[in-house]
């Protein structure tokens, strides 16, 4: 592996790098990340220095975490690292009340919600993911990076690609879009949030809340959208993703042993406010899920705008 830039960070608690960084993977054939188990955590964005990759090592149980980057990101990415583990998450108001959720909390109390400080990184995936399957929307964002991004820097270049900047994302074609099945609702609002990026990236500085009612301001961005950003690059631990098609059922039967409507999951996690988020985490990492008897959410191609799902 070639040099790159190195630093050795020492956590105040276990680290599992596959928990801890797993929610930055869109899907098994993301372009951006690569898990490789012992192997590490490898990573590619684009910073405000410019693109980047980071590969991350944990040697247990001494909990040192070995970062090495390369690119003009490098040392943006790695002053990063901190972060992006967790550390300036803060749990301790957490009180777990339901036995599923004292359950998980003692098999990942090491578990801390991540903070990537990169905005339009976190939104844009999280905008291609609405109203489709898991499946239609990493294969469309899949494309598109590969498509429009650029080799990552350093040794997973032949595997890793960097997203597209504000201005790539801004200018790809509409055609280029519905060729990777995102529809013209989706693709306008990727193209609405990159041509304001410079200003999306700001509300890291600010309180989470206010964070997400500026994040929701951007056309064709909801409520489910800027959760789901706000979980990864603000390390917000109370932005639930309400909205989405598996989220509140989920939660429902792991709690009460039946699913719930976002109404009820509201209430329910009315306990943990503060914590909401940390709870869904921790719920998903030991493997919560209601049985999938039912049919499954079709794939489907182009939706009119106001479609029912998630936003």
């Not at 972060?83 to 777990?96: I, N, Q, V, Y």
């Not at 359950?103 to 990537?116: E, G, I, K, Q, T």
């Not at 919560?288 to 794939?299: D, I, K, L, T, V």
Request: proline share 9%; hydrophobic share 40%; charged share 25%.
């Amino acid at each position: 592996m070639t040099a790159g830039r190195v630093r050795v960070w020492r956590a105040d608690r276990p680290i599992n790098l596959q928990a801890q960084l797993m929610p930055f993977r869109r899907g098994s054939g993301d372009p951006t990340s690569w898990s490789g188990g012992a192997a590490g955590f490898a990573r590619a964005a684009q910073t405000p220095d410019g693109a980047g990759t980071i590969h991350l090592v944990c040697r247990s149980p001494e909990s040192v975490v070995e970062a090495r980057a390369w690119g003009p990101g490098a040392g943006w990415l790695l002053d990063s690292v901190p972060d992006l583990l967790g550390a300036a998450d803060d749990p301790s108001g957490f009180r777990p009340c339901h036995p599923p959720v004292r359950d998980a909390w003692r098999r990942f109390a090491h578990w801390r919600v991540p903070r990537s400080r990169l905005v339009l990184d976190a939104l844009v995936p999280a905008i291609i993911e609405q109203k489709v399957t898991g499946h239609e929307a990493f294969a469309g964002y899949r494309r598109l990076v590969r498509r429009f991004g650029e080799p990552a820097p350093g040794p997973f270049g032949d595997r890793l690609f960097a997203p597209p900047t504000g201005r790539g994302w801004a200018t790809i074609p509409s055609w280029e879009f519905l060729r990777a099945s995102v529809d013209p609702a989706r693709s306008r609002a990727v193209v609405g949030a990159a041509k304001v990026a410079g200003r999306l990236e700001e509300v890291v500085d600010l309180p989470p809340l206010e964070a997400r009612r500026r994040l929701v301001t951007v056309p064709g961005v909801g409520v489910w959208t800027a959760a789901e950003a706000a979980q990864r690059a603000l390390g917000d631990a109370d932005a639930v993703s309400f909205g989405d098609f598996h989220v509140a059922k989920d939660i429902g039967w792991a709690l009460l042993g039946r699913p719930v409507h976002d109404e009820a999951l509201a209430e329910l996690l009315e306990p943990y406010r503060g914590h909401r988020f940390r709870v869904q985490q921790l719920l998903e990492l030991v493997g919560h899920h209601r049985p999938r008897r039912g049919p499954r959410m079709a794939p489907r191609g182009h939706l009119p705008v106001g479609a029912a799902g998630r936003g």
